[in-house]
């Protein structure tokens, strides 16, 4: 990797993260030059693993389900093993009036009619992701309908059964979109469902959470920038893009960075590999077309905090637990056992999610930390209260994420929008997560939209090659 100051390609990409890498391989793969413009002095974008005070951390997107062929055919490609996460045991589910419940089996400890009633929200929502599939759900004549409820008033509608509906809410808002029930449409549940094949897949942790890769989701990012060697530039945050008759019918990319400060990059079409919520960081000369500007201010991050504790050892193995606890009125809403690959030592991953997530960043780290140790210890008792090591992964810190896991839209965007989020304005494409059908806000999806925008853009350059 290097800090060049000015540099010509075919393709200039903005963003080494999974979906800007898979881009810049597959066009290096096709014989096109290539560089990559970073922000951030790593690459990996939302996937960063790191060894904090001796432990080492998945900070960012780590799991890997059956379904996401096209991370699983990459890691296999770049010769990297994976690992189950740990599932032997009885889970824990905590029931809005703190009653807390150990069990067996894929049925949640609810009374009989909660979970008729959840097994029925669970089918219509099957059926819906299969009937409006991922790839184009705002093409579907049901779309504006579903899109103009949101996902809290959907399911009230559905359902008198309000465990039900939460439990159901769990599933996609706190443990997906990362935003509150009311704040997203049926329309947006339904493409976070398809997205992963199915409802019953989103709810099925054996099948969402099956698979991490020994050694960190990180280095599959890693691998593919080693290959790309000095093509990609780490530590130059894009600021400008000149396209069209100002880029001399091509782009020219300028970004901080470099000895001189200044790294400029010559290309024939860019490809925009950054989360569409920081698409408007960037000046565009001449400015995007009016529909993109309004597009992109309907998508924004939803908020979660992913705790990590680790402890000396898997204390919840001893007494038969797996480690997985769900509770939706919880202030930890899931944890799972996320113990390393080899490791001796147990460690936790739990969740906080959106409305709680900033109510516990208006607290000092230590009343956060007493907090969230104290909603794990519920579940899985005293032990929990002890980590050797504790962390946070604070993405809404983080000046080139501001968010986590991803992007979403608001009320009635998708059906409104979605048709054209993809679509590229002039020599400028778009590929991220944020964007995906399959895949759909997951490192798998990144990869997929990777490809894609380097499939288009190779089309494209193909009748002047
Ligand atoms: C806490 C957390 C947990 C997650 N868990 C999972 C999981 O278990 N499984 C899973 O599959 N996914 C998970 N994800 C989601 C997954 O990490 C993302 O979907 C994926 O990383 C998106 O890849 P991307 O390349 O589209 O975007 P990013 O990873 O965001 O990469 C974009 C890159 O662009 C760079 N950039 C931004 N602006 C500029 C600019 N102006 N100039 C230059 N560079 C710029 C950024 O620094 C970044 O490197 C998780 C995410 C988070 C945050």
Redesign the pocket.
């Known amino acids: 990797m290097s800090h060049t100051p000015t540099r010509d390609a075919d393709v200039v990409v ?7 890498l898979m881009a810049a391989r597959t066009l290096s793969k096709a014989g096109q030059r290539v560089v990559v ?4 002095d790593r ?5 960063w693993s790191d060894t904090i005070d001796g432990a080492f951390l998945e900070i ?5 389900s059956p379904d996401q062929t096209e991370l699983l055919g990459l890691v296999d490609e770049l010769g990297k093993q994976t690992f189950e996460r740990y599932r032997e045991g009885a889970s824990v589910y905590i029931a809005p009036d703190g009653a807390r419940t150990v069990y067996s089996g894929d049925d949640f400890p609810v009374s009989p009619g909660t979970l008729a009633e959840f097994e029925r929200l669970t089918a219509l929502l099957d059926q819906l992701a299969a009937d409006l599939g991922a790839e184009e759900p705002w093409a579907h004549p049901k779309a504006r309908e579903l899109d103009t409820v949101s996902f809290h008033h959907w399911l009230r509608a559905q359902s008198a059964d309000e465990e039900a509906c939460n439990l159901i809410g769990l599933f996609i808002a706190g443990g997906m979109l990362t935003k509150p029930t009311h704040a997203f449409s049926a329309l947006q549940a339904v493409l976070m469902a398809a997205s992963a094949g199915s409802f019953s897949n989103l709810l099925d942790e054996d099948f969402i959470l099956d698979k991490r890769v020994v050694g960190g989701m990180q280095s599959v990012s890693e691998a593919m920038a080693a290959e790309l060697g000095d093509a990609v530039v780490l530590g ?3 600021r400008t893009i000149a396209w069209g008759e100002e880029g001399n019918g091509g782009v020219t990319v300028t ?1 901080d960075g470099g000895a001189s400060g200044r790294v400029t990059v010559t290309g024939r079409r860019a490809i925009l ?3 569409p919520t ?1 698409y408007s ?2 000046s565009y000369v001449p400015a995007l077309p009016r529909r993109q500007h309004q597009l992109h201010q309907h998508l924004s991050m939803g908020l ?1 905090i ?1 705790v990590h504790a680790v402890y000396g050892r898997p204390f919840w193995r001893e007494v038969g637990l797996s480690g997985t606890c769900f509770g939706a009125g919880q202030l930890v809403q899931e944890i799972y056992d996320n113990t390393n690959h080899g490791d001796s030592r147990g460690t936790l991953v739990g969740f906080v999610s959106d409305e709680k997530a900033d109510r516990l960043f208006a607290l000092s780290a230590e009343e956060r930390k007493a907090a969230i140790l104290a909603s794990m210890a519920e579940y899985l008792g005293d032990e929990a209260l002890m980590p050797e090591v504790y962390y946070e ?1 604070d ?1 809404g810190s983080e000046e ?2 501001r968010g ?3 992007a979403s839209f608001d009320l009635g965007g998708l059906s409104r929008y979605g048709a054209d989020q993809r679509t590229p304005v002039g020599p400028i494409h778009f590929a ?3 964007i995906a059908g399959e895949g759909y ?6 990869l997929r ?1 990777g490809r894609r925008a380097a499939e288009e853009t190779i089309a494209a350059l193909a009748p002047a090659l």
């Open positions: 903005v963003g080494a993260g999974p979906a800007g413009l970073e922000a951030r690459v990996g974008g939302r996937t960012g997107g780590q799991w890997i130059a945050p894009v970004a590999a950054v989360p920081l960081r960037i979660v992913k992964s993405w080139w994420t986590a896991y991803a991220c997560s944020d806000q997951h490192v798998d999806g990144a939209m």
